[in-house]
């Protein structure tokens, strides 16, 4: 029995040297989403979804900003400066559950990018 327990031991100790566990990848190396183009404003804007967010949902509530229509529960806001966001040029973002702070790191958030 001893042998048997020796050997669990060794083997556990064995993995546990050869595969460490993988740090957790952070919420901004998300793949982001690109969701296709509309026209806001009279320019064209790629819709880029950052995080949680259907490309259809997030189209829509870019339209009904630009149209200066009530977006529910989403909080949009026009970029200011050279603002970017990996790489994109970032023309406004979207964003929702939420309180305060920048709209990119909402749990829900897309932006348009031009």
């Keep these: ?39 806001f404003g009279g320019t064209k804007v790629k819709i880029v979804v950052i995080r949680r967010t259907s490309c259809k949902t997030a189209i829509r509530t870019a339209r009904r900003y630009d149209r200066s229509r009530s977006t529910g529960s989403w909080a949009c806001a026009l970029s ?23 709209l990119r790191k909402w749990p829900h958030a897309f932006l348009g990018a031009v």
Excluded at 15 to 35: D, F, I, W
Excluded at 80 to 102: E, I, L, N, P, Q
């Design 1 to 39: 029995m001893k042998r048997i327990a020796a050997a669990l031991i060794t083997l556990a100790a064995a993995a546990a040297v050869a595969a460490p566990a993988a740090p957790a990848a952070p919420v901004e190396a998300a793949k982001l989403k690109r969701c296709g183009t509309i026209a």
């Design 80 to 102: 200011h400066g050279d603002s970017r966001y990996h790489g994109y040029k970032v023309g406004f973002v979207c964003a929702s559950g939420g309180t305060s702070g920048d």
